[in-house]
């Protein structure tokens, strides 16, 4: 069984694949096969990882973020975050199985972007919309509420990272919409979108538990400071500054 002074080996082999895919298989693949102990040591690692600033770890821990939504890890994902629980691993615990939260906003506080048709349009309409090239349409479809709307979108070769943004950033926003820009791999992968879920507390809990570690120390201590997030997201982003902080200290004589 791979033992758990093994994966920093492991962190650094997974870094240097450059296929994401292949990352979250080779993860999905451990976190299957390990036992639930060692399972919750491996992401123990990774989130300490992260959250030091290791360049390695923060490759692995953005793709075990994803791996951890993947379907087939389902069960898994509970039994790891009980364990993590009962091992007294709460920052593990809370972005692996964290408490279930409010409902989303209501749908009619999220009213579909006025396209200038004199009549609201159909979803299959406001999909057909989301492949346009029309960046002034662009403009209006990134207001859209609907999730199945914004994954076409975020698919579209004429989005930029700005128009992400301001999905990440409307409030109030549905964590259904949150949540599919978080699994769509083209653009988490980049700094500002993950800021920007990381400061919308619509965003769900575990997702933001899971991209804080990757964020800089400025973007950290506004988090942490923020009275419109979370209680455990504000514990988190202060937990991993001190974190971040000491690494950065000299060694005392």
Request: charged share 30%; hydrophobic share 40%; with cysteine.
């Amino acid at each position: 069984m791979e033992q758990a002074t093994s994966f920093g080996d492991l962190f650094r082999r997974l870094a240097r694949l450059e296929e994401i895919e292949m990352r979250v298989g080779l993860i999905r693949e451990r976190l299957e096969s390990l036992s639930a102990a060692d399972g919750v040591q491996l992401l123990d690692d990774a989130y300490r990882g992260a959250a030091r600033g290791g360049s390695d770890a923060q490759l692995v821990f953005l793709a075990i973020g994803w791996t951890l939504f993947e379907p087939r890890l389902e069960e898994r994902r509970f039994e790891l975050g009980t364990a993590a629980r009962q091992a007294g691993l709460h920052e593990v615990a809370d972005f692996v199985l964290p408490p279930v939260e409010e409902d989303a906003p209501a749908e009619d506080q999220r009213r579909s972007p006025d396209f200038g048709r004199g009549r609201p349009l159909t979803l299959g309409e406001r999909k057909s919309l989301a492949r346009t090239h029309d960046r002034a349409l662009i403009q209006r479809v990134v207001r859209d509420p609907h999730p199945d709307v914004v994954r076409i979108l975020l698919d579209n070769p004429s989005l930029t990272e700005d128009d992400v943004i301001r999905i990440c950033a409307a409030r109030p926003n549905d964590p259904n919409v949150l949540h599919t820009v978080y699994r769509n791999r083209r653009w988490v992968v980049r700094y500002r979108p993950r800021n920007a879920l990381v400061r919308n507390p619509d965003t769900p809990l575990d997702i933001a538990l899971l991209l804080a570690p990757l964020l800089r120390r400025t973007e950290l201590r506004e988090a942490a400071t923020s009275s419109e997030l979370a209680p455990a997201v504000r514990l988190s982003c202060k937990a991993i500054l001190e974190m971040r902080i000491t690494r950065s200290q000299p060694p005392s004589d």
